[in-house]
């Protein structure tokens, strides 16, 4: 795959600045055929550290609010200002289960690499997500899964690598389609292609959480793990 718009970006600061496998690769992928529109208002909701929003201010034109539960409003916003897309971006510090936004404020939602931390249920896409959204507002989500279901049946040789709290988390396509089959029009769930240069990408840094996943990949070898994207349109 070609990373035309990640590649025009300083591997230092990106280096720097990921909390696991590239954010700018994955939101490369997903956008590919999401319809996205100069001025439009866009959530970048489990942001991080920015990369993610400062992607959609530079490469789409979009204004974008950047909600982070772990990472300072500030801290965020300073990383703006280097990139010089502060105007762009609001950073806010807020939790993704009590969002400080009014109802269809929203043109579209985009998330990698953290809705599988709070969406993963029945309930948080219709309550928290679909009223912020405008009509036939947009989703693109990406987040790490599984080829197949392994909870409850966890492969010995991984079991030193997968928490209980990533286990909890991680799942497959078939488990998450019936989740956004009734929320979304033009649904679109695959495997990223992206999967193995964006892990390669955080590997490749010398962040300590990145040099205890190295072991992880290296032993999972393509067998169970994937990353998981979602894209569609809000029904009505």
Known sequence: MNYGKTE????????????????????????????LKAGMRVLDLGCGMGLTSIFLAKEYGVRVFALDLWVSATDNYRRFQEMGVE????????????????????????SVDSYHYFGNNDGFFPEKVRPLLKKNGMIAIAFPGMKHEVQGDVPVDMKPYWDAEALS????????????ERELDHLKIWELRSFHEAWNSWLGTDNPYAINDREMIRKDDG???????ITGSLKE
């Open 223 to 229: 067998r169970y793990m994937n990353l998981i994207g």
């Open 8 to 35: 025009k970006y300083d591997k230092d600061f990106l280096d720097a600045n990921m909390m696991g496998p590239n954010s700018m690769m994955i939101l490369e992928e997903i956008l590919e055929k999401v319809p």
């Open 169 to 180: 988390t991680w799942h497959c396509m078939d488990w998450w389609r019936p989740k956004f």
């Open 87 to 110: 105007g762009d971006i609001v950073p806010i510090h807020a939790d993704a289960l009590d969002m400080p936004f009014a109802d269809e404020f929203f043109d579209a939602v985009v």
